[in-house]
């Protein structure tokens, strides 16, 4: 990914709302799953991580990509932003 294409994806992220939240547990499989679904749905999700998640929005957000081959958008405090293309609802066409 670019540049650019991470600026757009910036810009689209601004005006989302999270839709999922990470709490005291963590990362547990079924948040994973949850995660891979959201992205399979949407292609690009934000996700925040509450106040007594002790792990760091940074590290969370880079295991989370790896676990769901996504990419990390951005991160900013404690909201993290990833997007995978779609196999089958490519929904978001990315500048070149």
Not at 18 to 26: A, E, H, M, N, T
Not at 43 to 52: D, T
Not at 59 to 79: F, H, N, Y
């Amino acid at each position: 990914m670019n540049s650019r294409q991470r600026a757009y994806l910036k810009s689209l992220a601004m005006t989302m709302e999270p839709v999922l939240q990470i709490g005291k547990f963590s990362l547990t499989p079924e948040l994973t799953d949850a995660v891979s679904e959201a992205l399979e749905a949407r292609e690009l999700i934000k996700i925040h991580v509450l106040k007594n998640c002790m792990d760091d929005a940074g590290s969370i957000g880079e295991t989370l990509a790896e676990r769901t081959r996504s990419q990390v958008v951005q991160v900013i405090g404690k909201k993290i932003v990833l997007y995978r293309e779609s196999k089958t609802k490519k929904k978001i066409a990315l500048p070149k």
